[in-house]
Structures are given as C-alpha cells and as structure tokens.
C-alpha cells in the first residue's frame, strides 16, 4: 500500500501561484507514476498532470504552459507548481499513486481562485 498526502492549496487571486505537494509513504522509484487530478463542484475528476517513475510527463490541455509537475526523489514527494492561476483552476486537487495494478489517492488539498 501507499499513501500520499497532499499540501500547499490556499486561496489565491487570478494570475498568482501557487506549488502543491504530494508526499508518498514509499520510494517514488517504486511506483509506477503519480499525478495530480482535480475536481471542481458538480464536476468529473479530471488529470492535470502525470510523472512516471522514468520521468515522462504529460498534461492536460488546461494545464499546458502554466503548471509544472517535478519529482524530488530523496523526499518520496511530486510537487505541482501552478501560475497564472485562472479561477477556473479552483478546485479540490488530488494526488494519485499508480503502483502495479492500484491507484491510491490523498485526501485533497483546495485550490480556490479569486477574480
């Protein structure tokens, strides 16, 4: 098993920034890859973006250009940092870990944006 915590959401005005991170219980070598989704009310849970355990990445459309996912291995923790925040990126964010056959999923952490 693994868990994963997230931190790091708050309330930000439109165009600020802000870094989300996700601490894992074990080695990120050993999981296949994390990402960060996020859900909006009355909305689907939807990807951000994902790191696997080589280092690829990929994002969704929304996030291209503006967010950045990045690994630091010697602390087992995904980082997420956001900028150019638009209120549309408010939302709860969540932080999976894809390990064999199991995806395993924080808490959430909530990301509100102010106009």
């Known amino acids: 098993q693994v868990q994963v915590v997230e931190s790091g959401g708050g309330l930000v005005q439109a165009g600020g920034s802000l870094r989300l991170s996700c601490a894992a219980s074990?080695?990120?070598?050993?999981?296949?890859?994390m990402a960060w989704y996020r859900q909006a009310p009355g909305r689907q849970r939807e990807l951000v973006a994902r790191?696997?355990?080589?280092?690829?990445?990929n994002y969704a459309d929304s996030a291209k250009g503006r967010f950045t996912i990045s690994r630091d291995n010697a602390k087992n923790t995904v980082y997420l940092q956001m900028s150019t925040l638009k209120p549309e990126d408010t939302a709860v964010y969540y932080c999976?870990?894809?390990?064999?056959?199991?995806?395993?999923w924080g808490q959430g952490t909530q990301v509100t944006v102010s106009s």
């Open positions: 790191v696997t355990s080589s280092g690829s990445t």
């Open positions: 074990k080695s990120i070598f050993a999981i296949n890859a």
């Open positions: 999976s870990a894809e390990s064999g056959e199991d995806v395993y």
